[in-house]
């Protein structure tokens, strides 16, 4: 059964003064309106699960066909370069060579990287992704057919992250995180915007809105965006819950100390969400607004992923993450329950 740690700093937030994620998605949808390959992703109703967990109803976004790239980042970093794309071209129209001369450099567990390297290669940029040398080389080749450059550094993504940022500054090149800390905002937090438009899709076709909402995190961004525009569209109802694994409780501990902390572990399955250190940002945001805060061991991870596939939704551990919770047997959760849930990614090799 999940760990489990009750938000005391519900209302309040613990990083006061620090800016938070936008919850308007209009600007975003506009963004993504000019990318040829957005569409809308599925809100799925699984019967099956909802009587598995007893509970009145679970829907579920499905991103593992994002924009064709398998992941819900598809959406953070084509819209951070979008809006890059947009300032370049100063009102006018935004053309394909928009930002030529431009080299986008991020470090990237795999998602993230694809996302990058798409939205460079939509406005002319190039995209440099530093990926970890245990990350298999198909997956290094999926990234160079999207036109990026890879570079192998480091084990964890804390020093995949520490070797982006030196070549950047050492380059002159911009660094597109999906995390964020002092002093280093504003592209993540385009990032995290980009978030709100499957936050947005969902709300729209829900048939009522939810009474609890298992959101996954790794450094947080896709959670404090959904959790803000949550909030903004149904107020304090519904039970927000954070999901994490077990061996990265980064978010998880910052709750219990009341401040941002790294957290220690081993290597998790659950390998996108394997982050030690929270986004500042997000970690601002789910301080505030997040309820309820789970780690998850590698075992109910690999559970959900066998029953997500016995109902036809094939991912990953990271990706069944927030139904583990779920599926695991949270306490808590009634029989009148209307679970929202986010499939994350589709499987590795899909």
């Not at 809006?83 to 795999?110: K, M, N, P």
């Amino acid at each position: 059964m999940p760990e489990r740690l009750h938000n005391p700093h519900r209302g309040k937030g613990i990083l006061p003064g620090v800016v938070l994620p936008r919850a308007d998605s209009t600007g975003v949808a506009a963004l993504l309106a000019r990318c040829p390959r957005h569409a809308p992703t599925p809100l799925v109703t699984l019967p099956d699960l909802a009587r598995r967990c007893d509970v009145a109803s679970v829907h579920v976004k499905d991103e593992s066909r994002r924009m064709g790239l398998g992941s819900f980042k598809a959406l953070g970093a084509a819209h951070a370069i979008a809006r890059d794309a947009a300032t370049a071209a100063a009102g006018g129209e935004i053309g394909r060579d928009a930002l030529a001369g431009r080299t986008y450099v991020a470090a990237s567990a795999g998602n993230h990287g694809l996302s990058v390297a798409a939205g460079a290669a939509v406005f002319g940029a190039r995209a440099v992704i530093f990926l970890a040398r245990s990350v298999p080389e198909a997956f290094a080749e999926r990234l160079r057919a999207k036109g990026a450059e890879v570079v192998r550094a480091g084990a964890t993504y804390e020093e995949r992250m520490e070797a982006a940022a030196a070549t950047a500054a050492a380059e002159g090149w911009t660094l597109l995180s999906d995390s964020t800390w002092e002093g280093y905002t504003d592209l993540p937090l385009a990032v995290m915007e980009g978030y709100l438009q499957l936050a947005a899709e969902a709300a729209a076709e829900l048939p009522a809105p939810p009474t609890h909402i298992l959101l996954q995190a790794g450094v947080g961004g896709l959670a404090a965006a959904v959790a803000m525009h949550a909030r903004a569209r149904w107020g304090a109802a519904p039970e927000i819950i954070v999901v994490e694994p077990a061996a990265a409780p980064a978010l998880f501990e910052s709750i219990r100390a009341g401040r941002l902390v790294t957290a220690a572990g081993p290597v998790s399955a659950m390998g996108r969400l394997d982050c030690k250190t929270p986004s500042l940002v997000a970690l601002a945001a789910l301080s505030r607004e997040a309820d309820l805060f789970v780690t998850l061991s590698e075992a109910e991870a690999a559970e959900a992923v066998a029953v997500l596939s016995g109902l036809g939704m094939a991912t990953t551990p990271s990706g069944a993450a927030g139904l583990a919770a779920l599926i695991s047997g949270l306490p808590g959760i009634g029989a009148d329950a209307r679970v929202f849930a986010i499939l994350s990614e589709g499987p590795e090799d899909g």
